[in-house]
């Protein structure tokens, strides 16, 4: 099994920053794709932003230019620095992977917790 532990999030004031951290753990053969995704009370849950193990990223029209996703392959740790804050940033954010764990070949995919994120105006 393959554990996603998210942190960073809080209450930021609109056009701050915050940044993301999210490590997964567990029984890791390897990681490949990692990223965030969000969702609002009573919407659906959206791409923010994605890095594969290779380090190709794309964003969410909405982030680009303010957002960046980053990773680090050692510790199997993903990222997103987040400036230039909207209020309409503020909801719950979600990492993912898409892991193989040891002794499966199998791809699978993985949510973390979640972590608030709440700007103000």
């Known amino acids: 099994q393959v554990q996603l532990v998210e942190s960073g999030g809080g209450l930021v004031q609109a056009g701050g920053s915050l940044r993301l951290s999210c490590a997964a753990s567990g029984s890791i053969f390897s990681v490949n794709a990692m990223g965030w995704y969000r969702q609002a009370p009573g919407k659906q849950r959206e791409l923010v932003a994605r890095i594969t193990s290779g380090g190709s990223t794309n964003y969410a029209d909405s982030v680009k230019g303010r957002f960046t996703i980053s990773r680090d392959n050692a510790k199997n740790t993903v990222y997103l620095q987040m400036n230039s804050l909207k209020p309409e940033d503020t909801p719950v954010y979600y990492c993912?992977?898409?892991?193989?764990?040891?002794?499966?070949?199998?791809?699978?995919?993985?949510w973390g917790q979640g972590t608030q994120v709440t700007v103000s105006s």
């Open positions: 993912y992977a898409w892991a193989k764990t040891m002794g499966d070949p199998t791809l699978y995919g993985y």
